[in-house]
């Protein structure tokens, strides 16, 4: 199907979510995640009027990055970042969801450029303790948010999570709330957070219900990625 019948799609399922959850449409963003997908894709979606995208894999989004230079998008790191990677992502991204080591931030904020606005940042989180998983633990978050708070070239923005997948909208909606709760704590705590990033393609409706801010909608959008990714 056309990217743009997806993307009307989606919104609408965005919208309905929202509805049902007596929220807000506008208190959702949606962040459309290219990985795997050319240029073009990302500029029939940008011609939707889609403005965030989000990259996994630091060498594909920079490149795509440079070829869409004359849009005006909001670019998303949202895989694991490597520290032979961080100049690139600090240079190039606008946000990087998937901090989960202060060193990884400490670099980030020193390699920031300073021509560059602060860049945004979200802590990820194990939240289901998914083995083999990326992102810190829930006890861990609160100490990792408060150390990354100081650091003067990034802005901490919220919490990033990947639930595993659940059989049922009320086991994936449990885990969701988890989340939801601990991004609660980490606000209750004196941090000034407005993302809770969380909701992807089949997900989506669980994790609006539990008070996601950003869904991240790849394959709904694109299509299927042939990788496994
Ligand atoms: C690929 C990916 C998504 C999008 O997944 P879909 O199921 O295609 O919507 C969201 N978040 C992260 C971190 C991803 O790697």
């Not at 990884?104 to 998983?133: F, H």
């Not at 990034?154 to 919490?159: A, E, H, I, N």
């Not at 969701?176 to 004196?190: E, I, N, T, V, Y």
Request: include cysteine; glycine fraction near 6%.
């Amino acid at each position: 199907m056309a990217i743009e019948t997806n993307l009307q799609i989606v919104r609408t399922r965005i919208a309905q979510a929202c509805a049902s959850a007596e929220r807000s449409t506008d208190a959702v963003q949606l962040l459309a995640v290219s990985k795997t997908f050319p240029p073009e894709a990302v500029a029939q979606a940008a011609a939707c009027g889609q403005r965030d995208f989000g990259e996994n894999y630091i060498q594909e989004g920079v490149e795509k990055i440079a070829s869409l230079a004359h849009l005006p998008l909001v670019w998303h790191c949202i895989g694991p970042v490597q520290s032979n990677k961080t100049r690139l992502v600090a240079a190039h991204f606008d946000w990087v969801h998937s901090v989960d080591r202060l060193k990884i931030a400490q670099r980030l904020s020193e390699q920031r450029p300073a021509t560059l606005a602060p860049l945004n940042v979200c802590i990820q989180v194990n939240i289901d303790a998914g083995a083999g998983k990326a992102g810190v633990t829930p006890d861990e978050a609160l100490a990792l948010a408060h150390a990354i708070a100081v650091l003067p070239h990034l802005r901490l923005r919220g919490l990033m999570t990947i639930p595993e997948p659940a059989a049922d909208f009320d086991t994936a909606l449990a885990v969701h709330r988890q989340a939801k709760a601990l991004f609660d704590r980490l606000c209750a705590s004196g941090l000034a957070l407005d993302t809770l990033s969380m909701g992807m393609s089949a997900d989506l409706e669980a994790a609006v219900h539990a008070g996601s801010t950003l869904v991240r909608v790849g394959s709904a959008i694109f299509g299927g990625r042939s990788a496994a990714v």
